[in-house]
């Protein structure tokens, strides 16, 4: 399997979340690292898909409906959530298993509201250090116009052996 590029990826019934993974797109070379909560419970609220999977460039899908605010338009904070788990998970990817990101910084700049369809956030690297990395994921509507853009910066914490 290719893991820049996911489709439907061979269910292992072995994985305590191998339905989970398998139906947000995380590619079976991830899920040896994702035994203890799978994708995590707010992915499955959003109902976040990732799309393309490497530590260069990360991408996923979500819904409008159903992550709305009052006005019925795309809350802020759903995108934020979308920016923070891109963010996060292309910072495991680059750490490889040897250490755990923690967010430290997050701040995103809304453009447009998003009112139907799915969104897709694009996440791409612009440091990747041994101790931090900080990305870049812009979101976009169908139309491809730019609904935000966020920044987040995460600590690599080593990973302990128990």
């Known amino acids: 399997m290719n893991d820049n590029f996911t489709t439907q990826p061979t269910q292992s019934s072995a994985h305590p979340f191998a339905d989970q993974l398998t139906r947000h797109g995380i590619p079976q070379s991830v899920w040896p690292y994702l035994t203890q909560n799978g994708v995590g419970e707010?992915?499955?609220?959003?109902?976040?898909?990732?799309?393309?999977?490497?530590?260069?460039?990360?991408?996923?899908?979500?819904?409008?409906?159903?992550?709305?605010?009052?006005?019925?338009?795309?809350h802020g904070g759903a995108?934020?959530?979308?920016?923070?788990?891109?963010?996060?998970?292309?910072?495991?990817?680059?750490?490889?298993?040897?250490?755990?990101?923690v967010g430290v910084d997050l701040n995103i700049t809304h453009h447009k509201a998003g009112r139907s369809g799915l969104v897709t956030g694009v996440c791409t690297p612009i440091h990747l250090g041994a101790r931090s990395t900080c990305h870049e994921i812009i979101i976009t509507n169908d139309a491809d116009q730019r609904l935000a853009t966020a920044r987040i910066?995460?600590?690599?914490?080593?990973?302990?052996?128990?």
């Open 153 to 162: 910066t995460n600590m690599l914490l080593p990973v302990r052996e128990q």
């Open 42 to 74: 707010l992915v499955e609220k959003l109902q976040i898909v990732f799309t393309q999977f490497s530590a260069q460039r990360l991408v996923a899908t979500m819904p409008v409906a159903g992550n709305t605010q009052v006005y019925g338009i795309l």
């Open 79 to 101: 995108s934020a959530a979308l920016a923070e788990t891109l963010g996060s998970m292309a910072a495991a990817l680059h750490a490889a298993g040897t250490a755990q990101p």
